[in-house]
Structures are given as C-alpha cells and as structure tokens.
C-alpha cells in the first residue's frame, strides 16, 4: 500500500466515524427530551438454566415497545417529554440470581417500574423485594396462582406478603388456574366419554392432569392416565397399550412439552391412533409454531392444540403491526409473552402519564389499577386491588391485581402445512373462526 | 520485571514471603471485614459478595475432595440441595416417623434447628454414598454422582406436592431482622464468617495426618492401601465430611441469607460444572485457590452483565446515550468457557496457582493431579530443580 493509498483509506474511515453520529442525532431531533431518563428494569432469562429463548424475545418485545414510545417523544408528564430507557436485567431462570438481578436494577440502575419475568420461580422470590422498595412491576408470562393471589390476601394458609400499605405487583399472564379448564370444557362439550391423558412426570404435566382428570370425572367421563419422560424418543410402548386397550379413546389429550410433545404427536398419528374419525387429537400449544409442527408431525392434521395468548384473527392493528415487526425480527409467529412484555411497557408508561409522575410510586399503582387501555392482546384493566379491595364470594384469590381476560383458546389444523395464522379457532364459541367446534378429520370446515 | 525481582529479593531478606502472605491475607480478611460499612457501596454489592461467598465455600470444599482425596464427584450440588431441601420441609411439616411414635410439629423446630437437621441428613446421605462409591474409581465414579445428582433433581422435580417442584421451595428465614440494611449486613457477616470457617476447618483436615492419608490415595489407592492406609474409611470420611459443609451452606445460604427459596434447577450439571470450572480456575489443589477462583468469577460474571464502551469525542447513538450497551446475557459464560479452556491448557493448576506459590515459598501442587503422570524415567531426566 502506497502512501497515498493509505490517506484515501484513512481520511474515509475518519469521515465516516464524523458523520454517523451527526446522523444519528439529527434522526430524533423532532423531540425535545426532558434532561432526566425513565428508566424501566426488564427482568427476563438470558442464560440458563432459564428459558433463553422466552426471555430473548421479551426483551426485544419491551426494548421494541420503548423504542417506539421514544419515537413518540417518551412519556408525558406535566408538559415533559421524558425519554425512557430499558435496563435488563437477567434472571437466569434462578430466584437466587433473579433476587441479586432485581437489587441491581433497584440499588444500581435506579429502576422505576419493572417488568417481565418468565419463570414463576423468579417472579415468587422478588416480589417482596419489589414490594418492599416500592417498584411498580407488571409480570407478563409467571403463571403460579400465588404469584397474584398472596398479595393481601391469606391464601392457602399463608400469610398475606403485605402486611399493610400498597401492594406494587401486578401480573397480565394468566394465572394456572385459569388455562387449566378450557381444553376439559371443549371436550365435554363435544361429549366425549373416554379420555387418555399422556402426561409429562414432571411439575407441569402431573398437576394439569390431575386437575383435568377431576375436572372429566366429574362430569362421568372415564379417564386414564399415562405418565412419560421428557427427552424420550420412542413413544411406541406407551401408545400400543392404547392400541391393546378394548375401547378406542374419543380423545387423547397430550399434557406434554417441548419437542417432547412433537415426537409424541406424530408417532400417535403414525400408529393411526389420533387424530382419527374416532379419536380427538390435543396436542400441546408448542404445535402453535407451524413450522416447526409440521416439521416434525408431518402427519398431525386435525389434530387440535390450546393458546395462550391472543390468536392471530383476532390481532387488532397493533397485534398486526408487532407480529409483523416480530416476524421480520425472528422469522416466526410473536409468543403471547412477548406481546404482554410489549403491553406491560405500555401500561406502566400510560399509568406515569395518568399519575403525572414517575416516581410517586403510589400514584402509580393507583393508576395501574385504573387502567383502561386498549393494546396488542386486547383491553386491559384490573377488576380488583385497593380500588376495589372486596372479591366476591367465589372470584379466586389471584384475581387480585390480576389481568382478567388473557385469552385461552382451542385451535385445529385443517389442512396439511397449514399456517397457525390460519387454523380454526374450535372453543370458545365467541372465538370461533370457522363457525364449528370440531372439524372432523378428512373433511373441510 | 527488574522492579519484581528487587521486590521479591527485598520480601525475602527482610520479612519472608510466608510471613508477607499472612500479612496480605490479613489485609484482605480486613477489606471483607470493612466492606460491608462502606456507605457508598449498595446492598447489591452485598449480595454479589454474599453469593460468592457461598460459591466460594462449594468450590473449596470440592478442591478438598477431588483435588486433594482425588474423588473427582458430581453431586456436590446434590448434597447441598440435600441440606437445603431437608430444612425448608422440616421447618414447614416437622418430623413424623409414624412407625416409630415420633411426630414433631414444625413450630417447635426453629430455624437453626432445622438447618442442623439438613446438614446431618446430608451428611449421613454422603456416608451413603461413600460407602456405594467404595469400588468406583476415575470415571465411574463421577457417572455414578452424576446419575445420584440428576436422581436427586428429578426426584425434587416431581414430588412438586411437597418440594414445589419448579417453583421451588422456599425455606424458614434464619434472621427475623425487619431493616432491609442490616439485614443484609448480617447475612453478609454470617456467609463470611461460615466460609471462613469452613475453609479453616478444611486446611486443619488437608494439614493433618488425615491429610497425608488423603493425598496418598489421590496418588496411588492401591500403595496407600498397601502403605496400611484404610482407604475405605478415608473415602466415606472425605464423602461425608465435604457433604456436611455443602449441605450446611446450602440450608444457610437458601434460608433467605443469599436466596429466598431453592429450585431443582439449582441441582443441574451445569450448575455443578460451574463449581468443578471456579475450582479449576482458582486451583484445584488449593483450598484458597478454590475459593478465590470461585469468588472472583462469582464477582466478574455479576460485574459483566452489562459491559458499557463510552463513545468518544463527545459522540452520541440515535437514542441520545453516550454510550453502547450490551446485555451480555450467556456471552458472558461463553467467555468464561474460554479462561477455563485457557486455564487446562496453559496453567493446569489455576490461575491464582502461581500467586498462593509465590506467597508459600514452595510448589504446593502435584503436578500429576491435572496432567499426565510422568514416569520414572522422565522424571529422572527432569532438571534437579523441578523434581518435587
């Protein structure tokens, strides 16, 4: 290289490295920020033993959600535009290192609000700590009842985790107790009479089954239970007592996870045991993910799967808008948690707006409870907290501070490769899609 | 380098480099001691310390067993879990031997008693154990806790009645301190003190005869056996001894002193292989060595969640900050693999091996215990100065 080839090369470097910034800065010149941020913790898995891949996609959906309320000139208050920022923090799926997470957002970084979790574990162990240092927090994916219900309420025997003053905890997942019906009403609705349920041996799988297994007995439907390993390749043994058995099931209801679940699925349909004219397929809500369904059930048609979260026909502008956003991001259908992380960020934005502060933490709360806003998954509000602190006879005790209308639906393909944009949405019947509850196999709805 | 050597040469004339390591020993003993009342530092930075602390006292006692008894075991996370588990459910639902007429009721064991309870069941599972591992050797021994710590796991996992399962089990407070700040500063000073002594009561194990005996059976098991050592009684000592300590920790450290409750996933191998990495790192063969290493790495993977890199020149990005931002997430472990890959195979017997050498005057570690055993002959043709 001469030495004039070495200046071109030089001075180029050295004007690119002026301008880029000058660019950067004249892109959100259209705001005036006040000086001071607002800073919201985003307390997600990043490594393991956590769910890395859930708590990837919160974090994009809360830093995707602040970017655009950035863009928007940040949040309001008393005539400020104040600019808000994001600081992760990761749980590692641990409550031990999700406490010593949550401190540094609290002590370090200065958090006003939080938001996220994914594991119940994690969102369990720093809710005191939470509490205790007045962080307004909305929780988008911990399922545990106690997560919502031990806020000033005694629940099962404990004492409630606030003695007196306000509690800061809110939670727009739904609790377990609420997913755990909804596949059991469907099949009874269809009136089936002999259920198998293949459950996973571990502390998802067992306490679904057994509730389902109670909920179906109940009603005179006779149920057996079959417990599996997770991680097993060969289902065969298991499904051929299936076979043995005298009476051909009318369903066969997979409280499995995982690629677990896959395997299991299209080894059921390969031995011609579900989906079948006689047999109900339910697999697990892992099959929401076409791609990889399809990839490894290729002969799992009609076979029916619940949903957490909102599903795709019932996408309002903005759930279009992320899902898009999400898809270009990640090639792939966004997770009903990452739209709730997406929507947390909102409510705790609208609710500094509402207060007109964000770091009156009471105020806050109060307008978190107030809350009435329209985002991805649909309107949300809380029916009780301190504004309302009296359930009725009945209402569970997670309804406290809880989100009542995450939806939980039954979705079936209908044709093979088919998209989850497009499967049927079979139950709840005010969700319908294709205007039938169960779409037999071998035939269109 | 000059500077070192005068240096090195003024320690040994004047104070001793024994003496010298004592002194900085007792300057760090002072700094931890002193931490805790620095105002400017957070109850985050405790807990950082709280937790490596605890770490600190797991890889220590896991250089007792495989570095210096040469028992190369997986389930140190096991029987800390062990301890743990054992005191969350006794300080919940009691003790109740129906058979045997025995029923305690939860309220009248506290929670110092519970986690004594913890720390003997652990024990007398490491007696267990120890004696099943009699016959097993090398990597049978290590397929053999292996498979007992996913046991274990798996068995916390699925009784979800009484364990929580995944959402884990959240064991009776130790302190009943209502002010978050000297909480903290207690949980602090008792993690310390307790890895303290730990550490203490190991190097008088390590430096007694028991020690000797030990270190002979690391070597050769058959000639320490031949030599009139009872390798059999040695063996289910360092398994129970080292499961007391780990289950100790753990009932403490899961008693709302480091963490508010337990999860089976605490008990993974790659939990364990974090213990069995801060161990290699420190030096294997050095209690202190063990524990520093995993301090040290408990402290830079809390440090290193976030790496911010200033921009220069006043420069800013499009959000206004002066800075780049990266979550480091599970980078930070892969970069951790990295000083573990460059530790095997450059600087076998840990990072901090040359320091603690260096301070004792003399080479502490058996070159044998991390590389190939060299034979006579090699040996021989070694130059005098580095045969051991």
């Known amino acids: ?445 | 380098m000059a500077f070192f050597n005068r240096f090195e040469s003024y320690i040994d004339k004047n104070i001793g480099r024994r003496r010298f390591g004592y002194i900085v020993l007792g300057l760090i003993i002072l700094f931890f001691l002193w931490f805790p009342n620095d105002t400017s530092q957070s109850n985050y930075a405790k807990t950082v310390f709280i937790s490596g602390f605890f770490y600190a006292i797991m890889s220590s006692s896991w250089a007792l067993l495989a570095g210096i008894a040469g028992q190369f075991s997986f389930g140190h996370m096991a029987f800390m879990g062990i301890g743990a588990y054992v005191a969350g459910l006794i300080a919940r639902d009691g003790i109740i031997f129906a058979t045997l007429g025995i029923a305690i009721s939860p309220e009248s064991i506290s929670a110092i008693g519970s986690i004594i309870i913890g720390t003997l069941i652990a024990g007398l599972v490491g007696l267990v154990i120890g004696w099943l591992l009699l016959r097993l050797r090398s990597a049978y021994l290590a397929l053999f806790t292996i498979a007992f710590s996913e046991l274990f796991r798996i068995m916390m996992l699925t009784e979800y009645d009484y364990t929580g399962g995944s959402n884990g089990l959240s064991l009776r407070p130790l302190l009943q301190i209502t002010d978050v700040d000297a909480a903290r500063q207690v949980e602090y000073y008792l993690m310390f003190a307790l890895l303290i002594v730990c550490l203490l009561v190991m190097y008088w194990v390590a430096n007694s005869p028991v020690g000797l005996f030990l270190r002979a059976m690391r070597e050769d098991e058959d000639a320490a056996s031949a030599l009139g050592v009872n390798v059999v009684r040695y063996k289910i000592l360092v398994f129970v001894f080292t499961s007391m300590i780990v289950g100790l920790a753990g009932a403490i450290f899961y008693s709302d002193v480091g963490s508010e409750r337990i999860i089976p996933e605490q008990l993974e191998v790659l939990q364990m292989s974090l213990i069995i990495a801060y161990a290699v790192i420190g030096g294997m063969e050095s209690l202190i060595g063990a524990a520093a290493g995993a301090f040290i790495s408990r402290y830079l993977l809390e440090a290193t969640r976030e790496v911010v890199i200033a921009l220069p020149l006043g420069l800013t990005l499009p959000d206004g900050s002066g800075a780049f931002v990266w979550e480091t997430g599970a980078w930070r472990y892969a970069l951790f693999g990295v000083i573990m890959v460059f530790t095997l195979r450059y600087m076998r017997n840990g990072l901090l091996y040359p320091i603690i050498t260096w301070f004792s005057g003399r080479d502490l570690a058996m070159k044998e215990t991390v590389s190939k055993r060299k034979s006579d002959d090699e040996y021989a043709e070694l130059p005098e100065a580095e045969h051991e």
């Open chain 1, 1 to 445: 290289m001469n030495r004039k080839t070495l200046f071109v090369y030089l001075g180029t470097l050295l004007a690119m490295i002026a301008l880029i910034p000058v660019g950067m800065v004249q892109a959100d010149g259209h705001c005036e920020f006040a000086d001071e941020a607002i800073t919201i913790g985003a307390l997600v898995p990043l490594s393991a033993p956590g769910s890395v891949e859930g708590g990837i996609a919160m974090q994009w959906a809360i830093e995707h959600a602040a970017s655009g309320i950035n863009a928007d000139c940040g949040i309001q208050i008393n005539g400020g535009n104040y600019r808000l920022e994001i600081v992760v923090g990761d749980s590692e799926g641990s409550p031990e290192r999700g406490q010593a997470a949550v401190e540094r957002l609290i002590l370090e970084d200065n958090v006003d609000a939080v938001v996220g979790v994914y594991h119940s574990a994690v969102g369990l162990a720093t809710m005191t700590m939470l509490d205790d240092n007045g962080i307004p927090t909305v929780f988008s994916e911990p399922w545990n009842d106690n997560v919502s219900a031990n806020g000033i309420i005694e629940y099962e025997g404990k004492p409630p985790r606030i003695e007196d003053g306000i509690d800061h905890i809110f939670r727009i997942s739904p609790a377990s107790s609420m997913v755990g019906p909804v596949v059991v009403n469907w099949l009874l609705s269809l009136g089936v009479e002999n259920v198998v349920l293949i459950a996973e041996n571990t502390d998802y799988g067992q306490p679904a089954a057994a509730d389902e297994t109670a909920r179906l007995e109940a009603a005179g439907v006779n149920v057996e239970k079959l417990d599996v390993e997770l991680g097993t390749e060969d289902f065969v043994p298991i499904l051929s007592r299936i076979q043995a058995s005298p009476e051909t099931p009318d369903a066969v209801r997979l409280l499995v996870t995982g690629e677990t679940s896959l395997n299991l699925t299209q080894q059921m349909a390969e031995l011609g045991i579900a989906p079948t004219g006689d047999t109900i397929c339910v697999t697990n809500q892992y099959a929401f993910n076409s791609d990889t369904y399809w990839g490894t059930v290729p002969d799992g048609n009609y076979c029916a799967f619940n949903r957490v979260g909102i599903i795709p026909s019932l996408f309002n502008d903005l759930g279009t808008e992320l899902n898009a956003a999400f898809e270009e991001a990640w090639g792939k259908l966004v997770p009903s948690y990452a739209m709730a992380s997406y929507d947390a960020v909102h409510i705790i934005a609208n609710a500094m707006e509402q207060a007109g502060s964000y770091s009156d933490a009471a105020t806050i709360v109060a307008a978190i409870e107030a809350t009435d806003l329209e985002l991805s998954q649909g309107r949300y509000y809380f029916d009780y907290g301190s504004h309302n602190p009296d359930l009725p006879e009945g209402t569970p005790a997670f309804m406290w501070h809880q989100w009542p209308d995450p939806i939980v639906t039954v979705m079936q393909y209908f044709e093979q490769d088919q998209s989850a944009l497009n499967a049927a949405v079979v139950y709840p019947e005010v969700y319908q899609t294709h205007g039938s509850s169960y779409i037999v196999p071998g035939t269109s709805p």
